[in-house]
C-alpha cells in the first residue's frame, strides 16, 4: 500500500477544504470499501480525510421527507421505525446489502459511492478503463456473467454493485451535497453516470465535494415498496439481479409504479418503459408479461451473462405479483 496522509475533520466545510486542495485526497467514513481497494492497489490517495466525526448521522422526517445524514449507519437506518414502516424498500435494500457487522460500519454516503465488483477492476494485473482509462475493457469479450446488459458501451460494462442506490431510485430520492462551490441537491437519475468514453468519473460530483446525505419524499409508492434481490448464495453477496419496486392501486388498476433494477446495468436502472407497461391498468399476468417485455427491449446480452434477460423479467413478475396481493 501506498503512503498516504490522514486527516480527521470535525467540520464538513474544513473536509471539503481538505480533499478539493488536494488532488490525490479522498474522503474515508465507515473504511469498509476505501481500505481494501487501497490494500488492493486500486486506489491510492496521497491524503485521506475522516468524515466518520462529522454530525450528519441523523435519521428522520422533515416536512414530508424522509432525511438520512451521510454518516448515518447502513444497520441503523435499516433498523428505523420510520424507515421500517414507510419505506420498506429501503430497509430491505440495506438488510440484504451486507452482513451485520458491514452494516454496523459502513455508512449511507460511502455505499452512495462504492465502486464497482467488476473482478477486471479489482485485479490490478488486468487492463481497465475504469481504473487505467484507455487500457481496455477485457470484460466485453471475456468472462462476463456478472456484467452489464443494459447502460454499458464500447469502455465498460461493469455493474453497479449499490442496492442502496437501486432502492432510492424507485424512491425518488434526491442526494445532498456539500463542495468547494457550495451546497447541492441531485436527484438520483442525475447522479450517476453512464460509462460512454470515459467510465472513470462514475458520479456527478466534483473533486472535493462531499455528500451530506439523502432526502425521500413521503409518498404512498414509499409506503407500498418491496426490494427483491437474487444472488449466488443467501450470505453476503452482491445481486445477480435485483428489483425495487413500489406502486400505489386503486379498485383493482395500478394507479402509480416506480421500478429500479441492480445487478443489470451499470448504474441503477429505471424502467419507466416498464412502468409505463404497468400504469393505468390492472396487474394481471398480461400486463405484468408486457412490463417485462418493456424492461428488456433493447438489452445487449454478453456471452455469459444472456441468462439474466430472463432471470430480471422472473424476478419483476415476482415482486409485482407480491405486491399485488396474489401470493
Known amino acids: ?33 476505501l481500505t481494501n481497494l487501497m490494500k488492493d492497489g486500486v486506489l491510492a490517495p496521497d491524503l485521506v480525510v475522516d468524515v466518520s466525526a462529522l454530525a450528519l448521522a441523523d435519521i428522520g422526517v422533515r416536512r414530508d421527507r424522509l432525511h438520512i445524514g451521510a454518516t448515518a449507519r447502513m444497520g441503523d437506518v435499516a433498523d428505523h421505525p420510520v424507515v421500517r414502516k414507510q419505506f420498506p424498500v429501503l430497509s430491505e435494500a440495506l438488510l440484504a446489502s451486507a452482513s451485520p457487522q458491514i452494516r454496523n460500519r459502513a455508512t ?3 455505499n452512495l459511492m462504492q465502486r464497482t465488483r467488476c473482478w477486471y477492476y479489482r485485479d490490478i494485473g488486468s487492463p481497465c478503463n475504469k481504473r487505467e482509462p484507455g487500457s481496455g475493457c477485457p470484460a466485453i469479450e471475456g468472462q462476463n456473467r456478472w456484467h452489464a446488459i443494459h447502460g454499458g458501451s464500447d469502455h465498460c460494462i461493469a455493474v453497479h454493485p449499490s442496492d442502496l442506490a437501486v432502492a432510492l431510485t424507485a ?17 438520483i437519475g442525475d447522479f450517476y453516470r453512464l460509462p460512454d468514453t470515459a467510465p472513470d468519473r462514475e458520479t456527478v460530483l466534483r473533486h472535493g465535494e462531499l455528500i451530506t446525505g439523502v432526502e425521500i419524499p413521503e409518498s404512498g409508492l ?39 433494477f441492480g445487478g443489470i446495468a451499470t448504474r441503477p436502472w429505471r424502467s419507466k418503459g416498464a412502468e409505463a407497461a404497468l400504469r393505468g391498468r390492472p396487474l394481471t399476468q398480461a400486463t405484468i408479461t408486457a412490463a417485462g417485455k418493456a424492461l428488456v427491449e433493447r438489452a445487449q446480452p454478453r456471452e455469459h451473462n444472456a441468462f439474466k434477460v430472463e432471470l430480471v423479467q422472473r424476478a419483476l413478475a415476482d415482486i409485482l405479483e407480491d405486491l399485488g396481493g396474489r401470493k
Not at 450470505?235 to 394507479?255: K, M
Open 108 to 110: 449511507i454516503g460511502g
Open 1 to 33: 500500500m501506498k503512503l498516504f496522509d490522514y486527516a480527521r475533520s470535525s467540520r464538513a466545510t474544513d473536509a471539503v477544504r481538505l480533499v478539493a486542495g488536494h488532488p490525490g485526497g479522498a474522503f474515508i467514513g465507515g473504511g469498509t470499501e
Open 171 to 187: 424512491l425518488d430520492a434526491t442526494v445532498l451535497t456539500l463542495g468547494p462551490d457550495g451546497r447541492r441537491s441531485i436527484p
Open 222 to 260: 414509499a409506503a407500498g415498496s418491496r426490494y427483491l434481490k437474487l444472488r449466488d448464495r443467501a450470505s453476503f453477496e452482491f445481486a445477480v439481479v435485483s428489483v425495487a419496486a413500489a406502486l400505489t392501486q386503486a379498485g383493482g388498476v395500478v394507479t402509480d409504479v416506480r421500478l429500479a
